[in-house]
């Protein structure tokens, strides 16, 4: 099994910045495809980034690129997302999920997930 825990979500202005820590637990080894998805009220889940803990390799959602970052320590079990410029259309709940398939951003080739942390970006 795989544990996933989110955190660093709360409120910030428009224009502001937070750093979304995941920290995986248990079956690491098996589930190197790390992703980020994010979900507001009456909403679609909507894939953020992706990234390979082999060799780093990221992949972005056309939404977020350019203001987010996905980054990893391997050392800690633990993927990042550096979000800066963040706009009130960004408030959702935000979700890490794991996957052994490949760099991509199809929720449902996501195996284990978060409980979510919340952001809420105010004008």
């Known amino acids: 099994q795989l544990q996933l825990v989110e955190s660093g979500g709360g409120s910030v202005q428009a224009g502001g910045s937070l750093r979304l820590s995941c920290a995986a637990s248990?079956?690491?080894?098996?589930?190197?495809?790390m992703g980020w998805f994010r979900q507001a009220p009456g909403k679609e889940r909507e894939p953020l980034a992706v990234?390979?803990?082999?060799?780093?390799?990221?992949k972005y959602a056309e939404s977020v690129k350019g203001r987010f970052t996905v980054s990893q320590d391997n050392a800690k079990n633990t993927v990042y997302l550096q979000m800066t410029s963040l706009k009130p259309e960004d408030t959702a709940m935000y979700y890490c999920a794991a996957a052994d398939y490949g760099l991509i951003l199809d929720p449902n080739e996501y195996y284990y997930w978060g409980q979510g942390t919340q952001v809420t970006v105010s004008s």
């Open positions: 248990g079956l690491t080894d098996d589930y190197n495809y």
């Open positions: 990234i390979y803990t082999g060799d780093g390799a990221t």
